[in-house]
């Protein structure tokens, strides 16, 4: 039986995605894993390059079964170098420690195949028990019908929301204190806070039930 690792917001946290990764992969032994990146993975930490690095990497080596989704940092990341955002905005929010991790280097000098990577970044997966997103949804839209934005940046009404959604959400964006992942009904938050002293977490799961088996995290 397959398995699928979804992992929360990483914030150029490596480290602990390395020691996540290699947990991960032992977990899974002699069956092949899939990851759901759930987005996030630039600004605040101080390895923003190390970590799209690695997430290239692992998808030259697993190919399809590496699914990275978009979050809102990356997007802001681009809007930045495609001038539609001030620089400032993206500062704010943890962007110089981006830039840092390159070497100091300005925006118009990222590497093209870290840029073009965030280009082609997905919004969602939906696994058939599942819908991975970085953000959440908007509970008034079908899964199928989301608006970009919510899927990015989203938090109220969806946090409050109860009803059943079709499929079990899993979501990061919005950090949780004591690094414990939040577990209901209808939604599974994974962003456990790594890059503010938290663990950085993924949920495990398998074809035969949508909840997850069980988490693994790397501190």
């Known amino acids: 039986m397959s398995l699928t690792y979804a992992v929360g917001d990483i914030h150029g946290s490596l480290d602990k995605f390395q020691r996540l990764i290699v947990r991960c992969e032992q977990h899974a032994g002699d069956r092949p894993p899939t990851f759901v990146f759930l987005g996030d993975y630039v600004d605040r930490g101080p390895?923003?390059?190390?970590?799209?690095?690695?997430?290239?990497?692992?998808?030259?080596?697993?190919?399809?079964?590496?699914?990275?989704?978009?979050?809102?940092?990356?997007?802001?990341?681009?809007?930045?170098?495609?001038?539609?955002?001030?620089?400032?905005l993206w500062f704010a929010q943890g962007g110089m420690a981006t830039l840092e991790s390159y070497g100091n280097v300005r925006l118009g000098d990222l590497p093209r195949a870290h840029v073009d990577w965030m280009r082609s970044l997905r919004l969602s997966y939906d696994d058939g028990r599942r819908f991975f997103v970085h953000a959440g949804v908007n509970p008034d839209r079908p899964l199928a019908a989301q608006d970009a934005a919510d899927m990015l940046w989203i938090r109220e009404p969806f946090l409050s929301y109860r009803r059943d959604y079709g499929r079990l959400v899993v979501h990061g964006h919005t950090p949780l204190p004591g690094g414990v992942p939040d577990l209901r009904s209808n939604r599974l938050n994974l962003d456990t806070g790594a890059v503010f002293?938290?663990?950085?977490?993924?949920?495990?799961?398998?074809?035969?039930?949508?909840?997850?088996?069980?988490?693994?995290?790397a501190e």
Do not use: C, Y
């Open 197 to 217: 002293g938290g663990p950085l977490t993924a949920a495990v799961f398998d074809d035969a039930q949508t909840a997850p088996l069980e988490f693994l995290q």
């Open 47 to 88: 390895q923003s390059s190390g970590v799209v690095d690695l997430l290239i990497d692992l998808q030259s080596r697993l190919g399809d079964r590496v699914v990275a989704l978009k979050g809102n940092h990356e997007a802001m990341a681009l809007d930045v170098i495609d001038g539609t955002s001030p620089l400032r």
